[in-house]
């Protein structure tokens, strides 16, 4: 009897010749580096150099935050990836009512250019990537980074990372939304034309698949309902009057890798082949950086138990492996202790070791798509791929992405797959070691890594300095120009943003002001 994969596709015994029958090379695969790029976006791939190795982190203040980047520099981390606040990521300062108790708890805590700047303090942001999970005020901490390279005197256009900036999965998945989908989707045009002047090597979005595996889609699901809003903000940004080559190189995915290692790189190497027709195909796409699928994994933080959580080096490690045979641009390996408290230093630099181990101790380097013609990775690729065009045909009829939101269609996809899976494991029918078999009588003691409570009240004190130092008469003035230019929909609020954040308006004062013009996003029911 077959074995289902994540997706519910059947995994057979044993695969041969019969599996490929008419199964076309040329068409299927091509070569490394070029199109349908199922091989890989680059010819060499990791035989050259590794993918980059970034390590996920950000915590209380930043101060400490700024330590543990230092930490991870000293050993070998070759790109930053921020993690902020949940105050942050909603737009709010750490003094405000509704941050209560979430201040620096998932992130660091940033509350204006001030703050930015300890959190980069000694980093030459010149020579470092950086990564900056961030949605929908990705353009405030943009803005906030480039006006620190600016006082470190570096060009915006030595400038190099990455922003998430992609709040369509927050409606579907996440929830880190502000304003309503049609302004958000201003914004990121907005993005998309700001940094293509100002910021050419930034990578302006981060498509983001993995936080809606961590919610419970599948693999299918997961590059489906990430595709389907990819093809949402390029259509957005020729909408206002951009060329599709003109952005579409600068576009960068974002995924999960679990540890069912052969779907795992079937489904890298599916999405790599959609969205290449795709661009061509549906947005006549030339250049052929436009329809290169470049993505950043990191391995299923959902899937790491608080149960023996030694294990959860065993689980990263392989989740690794797939996400590099599967042909990753960059990769952050979680922690072991992830799924009890934030990690420790030790955790974290062996979760850096593991990636170093596979790089430099492995072979999987030594070639490119080591699994190419593989029968049972080419079928899995082909039945992956097939289910998640299906998947992305509903969402088209229904209008496209955002109209699927509206509805609570992919939501609800991904609640039921979810469900699924809680049921598989609660009956024992999916094993999870440690959970549900191969457990301990009794756990090993863990002493976790604690925030400070009284970061809190730091940042309010910091708060309170800054709006008693500042020229509040030219923060005033400054944010009444961004609330006209939201008004505007000829208008970069980009622009005028920057003023207001030079002028040290702070970050919930600057996401006020378009909240005034714009609203607030109100979630509907699912589908």
């Not at 970034?54 to 930053?80: H, K, P, V």
């Not at 809003?229 to 974002?254: C, H, K, Q, W």
């Not at 950086?289 to 138990?305: D, I, K, N, P, Y």
Request: hydrophobic residues 40%; contains cysteine.
């Amino acid at each position: 009897m077959a074995r289902l994969s994540e997706s519910g596709l059947p995994i057979e015994p044993v695969y041969g010749p019969d599996a490929q029958e008419g199964w076309d090379p040329v068409a299927k695969l091509g070569e490394p580096g070029r199109y349908p790029f199922t091989r890989g976006v680059y010819p060499t791939m990791y035989t050259g150099k590794p993918w980059t190795m970034r390590q996920y982190a950000g915590f209380g203040t930043a101060a400490e935050s700024n330590a543990r980047y230092q930490q991870l520099i000293a050993n070998g981390t070759t790109g930053l990836s921020v993690a902020f606040d949940l105050p942050t990521q909603m737009g709010y300062d750490s003094d405000a009512a509704i941050a209560h108790g979430e201040v620096g708890k998932v992130g660091v805590a940033i509350d204006s250019v001030e703050d930015m700047g300890v959190l980069f303090g000694g980093i030459p942001l010149g020579e470092v990537s950086t990564s900056m999970t961030i949605n929908a005020p990705a353009s405030l901490l943009l803005l906030l980074y480039q006006l620190v390279g600016e006082g470190q005197g570096v060009p915006s256009a030595e400038l190099t990372g990455t922003i998430q900036n992609d709040v369509l999965k927050e409606y579907i998945a996440r929830g880190t939304y502000i304003f309503p989908p049609k302004p958000s989707l201003r914004l990121i045009a907005d993005i998309f034309k700001y940094c293509r002047t100002e910021i050419p090597r930034w990578n302006t979005i981060s498509i983001s698949g993995y936080h809606m595996a961590e919610a419970g889609a599948s693999p299918a699901q997961e590059i489906a309902f990430t595709l389907s809003n990819g093809i949402e903000y390029v259509r957005t940004a020729i909408a206002a009057g951009m060329d599709v080559d003109d952005f579409a190189p600068r576009l960068s995915f974002f995924f999960v890798s679990r540890t069912t290692i052969l779907e795992e790189v079937a489904k890298f190497r599916a999405a790599r082949r959609i969205w290449a027709r795709v661009m061509k195909e549906e947005f006549k796409a030339e250049n052929p950086r436009s329809m290169m699928l470049r993505f950043h994994t990191q391995t299923a933080g959902v899937q790491l138990t608080a149960q023996q959580p030694e294990v959860n080096l065993v689980r990263v490690s392989i989740q690794a492996l797939a996400a590099v045979l599967g042909g990753t641009q960059s990769l952050h390996t979680n922690s072991f202790d992830e799924a009890i408290a934030l990690p420790t230093e030790k955790s974290a630099r062996l979760a850096l070791r593991t990636q170093q181990v596979l790089a430099y101790e492995s072979d999987v380097t030594a070639t490119v798509d080591p699994f190419a013609g593989s029968y049972v990775v080419e079928q899995l690729t082909d039945e992956v791929e097939a289910a998640a065009l299906d998947l992305m045909r509903k969402v088209e009829e229904m209008g496209g992405a955002v109209a699927g939101i509206e509805r609570g269609y992919q939501k609800a996809e991904i609640e039921r797959s979810a469900y699924q899976v809680a049921l598989e494991t609660d009956s024992g029918e999916r094993t999870v070691v440690g959970v549900n078999r191969f457990q301990l009588d009794e756990e090993e003691p863990y002493e976790p890594l604690r925030v400070d409570p009284a970061i809190e009240a730091r940042q309010a004190d910091r708060l309170a300095r800054l709006r008693a130092d500042r020229d509040n008469g030219a923060v005033g003035r400054a944010l009444s120009a961004l609330r006209r230019a939201a008004e505007s929909p000829g208008e970069n609020v980009l622009y005028p943003m920057k003023e207001a954040l030079a002028a040290r308006a702070t970050v919930g004062e600057t996401c006020d002001a378009l909240r005034q013009v714009w609203g607030t996003y109100v979630p509907v029911d699912s589908f």
